[in-house]
């Protein structure tokens, strides 16, 4: 009897495989984007006085890039970081998120790990597919932090059509 179960696992195997299964195509954020992200980020809240540090992350929420600003505190780059992967999980602000938790703070999603309910962080949009995101931390003020997200974004804005 075990032996006609081994010999009918390989047909079970290949009909359980669609027929029509096909590689998936996704765009991603490539490491010279994400550089420019952070610089023109780091470089608009420098301008503004702000010494910041900045995450990029992908898809799947993983870590392009972190850059530590000069003279920044050491909790920047782990809430930059925390920031964009929430941003990215979420498909939204950080800030709309910290917004919905504030309204119902019974939400079970501030539990999970990487997710920190602070303004600051903004995905990074392909058409209407979140692709990654960008979080900033450093400036007094996650509202200070979400406006260099967002100019690192539109620098990039043409390549993500």
Known sequence: MRAFYLSALPLVCAL??????????QKAIPAAMALTIA???MDT?????????VSVVGRAGEVILQVRGDGTGPHTVENSFKKAYT??????????FAKRLKDNPLLPLIHLSNVVAAQGALPIKAGDDVIGAVGVSG???GEKDEVCAQAGI???ADQLK
């Open 16 to 25: 359980s495989v669609p027929a029509e299964a096909q590689l998936l195509n």
């Open 39 to 41: 610089q023109v980020a």
């Open 45 to 53: 809240c420098k301008t503004n006085g702000y010494a910041v540090s």
């Open 87 to 96: 941003s990215r999980t979420f498909r939204s602000s950080s800030g709309d």
């Open 139 to 141: 400036a007094p003020g």
């Open 154 to 156: 539109d620098k990039v």
